[in-house]
């Protein structure tokens, strides 16, 4: 595809529903990220993938996050037990690599989450 | 704790005038420097991309890069107000055995008529 894209745009759900937003990374990018953007925030660093491995969870705040990609393709971030902070815009970015030069990372439009 | 410093802002500058918008850094190892904007709502863009010192210059926008001071600066001549957004600073750190992306919180820039 032309660029990265996620999905859904929008998600509203409960308190303690199970949510999951999926990115589709550049096609031959094999390194792909999870952001979380509170309002008014800056951009906070939730897990890195080159391929299918995750090399840095570091970011991940919680138990409740955990991502999956397959390959070098399409990642899922589930949230499960969803908590009114977890409120934010979730953004997914992927470069050719991680190396030098070259990783210069592009994001997706991002995934709004509001909990109720 | 490798860092990225912006001033929050917000920049108000005029319309036609130049915006200056600045980023220091921490890691001294640090190679890659990149600018990106984000519109109210919007998801970052990549505008500027700069790796050796001196000065990059892609049409109305100029990349200036100072590693011995750790210095990264964004200069935006003949501000229009379709430039008003957030700033994004980014730089490469090591980190984990990888080179990740640092980034500033960002600068409000506000261009008025």
């Known amino acids: 595809g032309a660029g990265v894209s996620q999905s859904p745009s929008n998600k509203v759900t409960e308190k303690g529903k199970d949510v999951e937003l999926r990115c589709d990374p550049i096609?031959?990018?094999?390194?792909l990220y999870w952001y979380r953007q509170r309002l008014g925030q800056g951009l906070e660093f939730l897990i890195y993938?080159?391929?299918?491995?995750?090399?840095?969870k570091s970011g991940l705040p919680s138990d409740r996050f955990s991502a999956e990609r397959t390959g070098e393709s399409v990642s899922t971030l589930t949230i499960q037990r969803t908590q009114q902070e977890d409120s934010a815009v979730y953004l997914c970015?992927?470069?050719?690599?991680?190396?030098?030069?070259?990783?210069?990372?592009?994001f997706g439009p991002g995934t709004r989450l509001t909990v109720l | 704790q490798k860092e990225v410093e912006q001033n929050s802002g917000p920049l108000s500058v005029p319309e036609g005038a130049i915006a200056s918008l600045n980023c220091t850094y921490s890691?001294?190892?640090?190679?890659?420097f990149f600018w990106y904007r984000q519109y109210s709502g919007k998801s970052p863009e990549l505008i500027m991309s700069?790796?050796?010192?001196g000065d990059k210059e892609d049409g109305r926008f100029t990349a200036q890069l100072n590693k011995a001071s750790q210095y990264v600066s964004l200069l935006i001549r003949d501000s229009q107000p379709s430039d008003s957004a957030t700033y994004l600073c980014?730089?490469?750190?090591?980190?984990?055995?990888?080179?990740?992306?640092?980034f500033g919180a960002g600068t409000r820039l506000a261009v008025h008529p």
């Open positions: 993938f080159q391929g299918n491995s995750a090399p840095d």
């Open positions: 700069i790796y050796s010192n």
């Open positions: 890691d001294r190892g640090s190679q890659s």
């Open positions: 970015a992927s470069s050719l690599s991680p190396g030098l030069p070259g990783h210069e990372q592009f």
């Open positions: 096609s031959g990018h094999t390194a």
């Open positions: 980014a730089v490469n750190a090591l980190s984990g055995g990888y080179n990740k992306l640092i």
